[in-house]
């Protein structure tokens, strides 16, 4: 194209170099016609000034559309200038837009935002890889045909553009080599969203126009910059994610911390008087967990405490909260939820931690003590020492069992109990 630009900036100075010497010429026959206005010279100088004019008329002729084109094509590229710097300036108020989202629903707004201003006519799909990172789990749509919307998930074993690491198009054809998940009428780009190393996602630009192959080409490299853009923001956000998960969880067995329960039980207590219903916590040690630790190591333990917490987060429901309250003990609050319901739940738990036992080769069993306010007492902290004195009766009663508090006033309770042997 330079090469082009060149030769054509040549021709149009040498039209500009004959048609400045033919006018020269003329003036010259023009101003000698004067001094010599009769004789042969006169004639000469006559036919001089009808050939320079020719020579003139003739280069005018050639130069004229070339510099008419030449014009059009500097105008071209004033507006493909224009229009690059206006794209450059949107990718900026992404990217500044971006540093505020404070998670996905923010980030998806602005990526819809953009894309409608930048790859207008252009149907797009983000996808960003779940906790797990087994499958990528669709996080914003846009314009796609109402026949063939993105799929809801991903694997990533089934992508190219993930398989091989780069932007992939996935081409209309019995030939072309497109992606399983895609319904084969569209032409999709699918573009990796990487940052710091690390995939965190895929952008997805769509087409199913008859000229869908040119115009999805002419906006590539635009549609990867706004994917990189993106892909610092997501980056970004899973950061943030992973602290505020850290500060809240325990990292071995992903239940919450103490903090946390602390912080929870007492909005569930304040929640449960407002509307006048029970509230129940259960406390769980497991039996014997330092001779555990003492004969088959500590890895052992470990693997043992990640189950139990996986067993009991399997049986409760998604308004209950378990939390690792300290070492091998640990705590599930059961909002509305009286004390006879807790401790049939509790028995549930007691059962699944005892089926631990087959996967290890060793005994693995949990005492439970369950309190309930307003049965046992009136506040966070009663409850909590309620439901430790049960479970201390528990494990002096022989441990793997059951044992509800005793209600206040020290009226009886049935204590219930679910002897393991």
């Known amino acids: 194209m330079n090469a082009g630009r060149a030769s054509s900036d040549s021709r149009v100075l040498y039209t500009a170099i004959t048609v400045t010497v033919t006018s020269i010429l003329i003036l010259v026959c023009e101003f000698a016609g004067h001094l010599w206005s009769e004789g042969g010279f006169a004639d000469l100088l006559s036919w001089m000034r009808i050939v320079a004019g020719i020579v003139g008329l003739i280069a005018l002729a050639a130069g004229a559309p070339l510099g008419l084109r030449e014009l059009g094509e500097r105008r071209r590229l004033a507006v493909e200038a224009i229009r690059t710097r206006r794209q450059v300036e949107n990718l900026f108020q992404m990217t500044d837009m971006l540093q505020s989202a404070l998670g996905y629903d923010d980030a998806n707004a602005v990526l819809r935002a953009t894309a409608s201003e930048l790859l207008s006519g252009f149907g797009g799909a983000l996808y960003v890889f779940n906790n797990s990172r087994d499958r990528l789990d669709l996080s914003a749509s846009w314009d796609w ?25 996935n081409h209309i054809g019995g030939n072309a080599l497109r992606c399983e998940h895609l319904a084969p009428e569209i032409l999709v780009l699918e573009i990796p969203m990487m940052a710091r190393g690390e995939v965190y996602g895929l952008l997805c630009v769509q087409s199913g126009d008859a000229d869908a192959e040119p115009r999805l080409s002419d906006i590539a490299s635009l549609a990867e910059a706004v994917a990189d853009a993106m892909s610092l923001a997501l980056s970004n956000i899973a950061l943030r994610e992973k602290l505020r998960t850290q500060a809240l969880r325990d990292p071995l067995t992903g239940l919450y911390n103490r903090r946390y329960m602390e912080d929870i039980l007492d909005r569930s207590v304040d929640q449960a008087e407002r509307s006048s219903s029970p509230l129940s916590a259960v406390m769980i040690d497991l039996d014997h967990f330092k001779l555990l630790n003492d004969e088959h190591g500590h890895a052992l333990g470990d693997a043992v405490l990640r189950e139990v917490a996986a067993a009991i987060v399997g049986a409760i429901r998604p308004c209950d909260v378990a939390c690792r309250y300290g070492g091998e003990e640990l705590l599930v609050i059961l909002p509305d939820c009286s004390l006879e319901d807790a401790v049939l739940k509790a028995n549930v738990l007691r059962a699944r931690i005892e089926s631990l036992s087959e996967n290890h080769n060793c005994r693995v069993t949990a005492s439970f003590g369950v309190a309930t306010i307003p049965d046992n007492s009136s506040n966070a902290g009663d409850v909590l020492a309620a439901a430790d004195a049960a479970l201390y009766r528990a494990k002096q009663e022989g441990r793997n069992r059951v044992v509800a508090a005793q209600r206040r006033q020290n009226a009886p309770v049935a204590q219930l109990v679910a002897a393991a042997e």
Request: include cysteine; proline fraction near 24%.
């Open 145 to 169: 045909p109402d026949g063939s919307p993105p799929p809801d998930t991903i694997s990533p074993a089934h992508c190219w553009a993930l398989k091989r690491g780069k932007p992939h198009v």
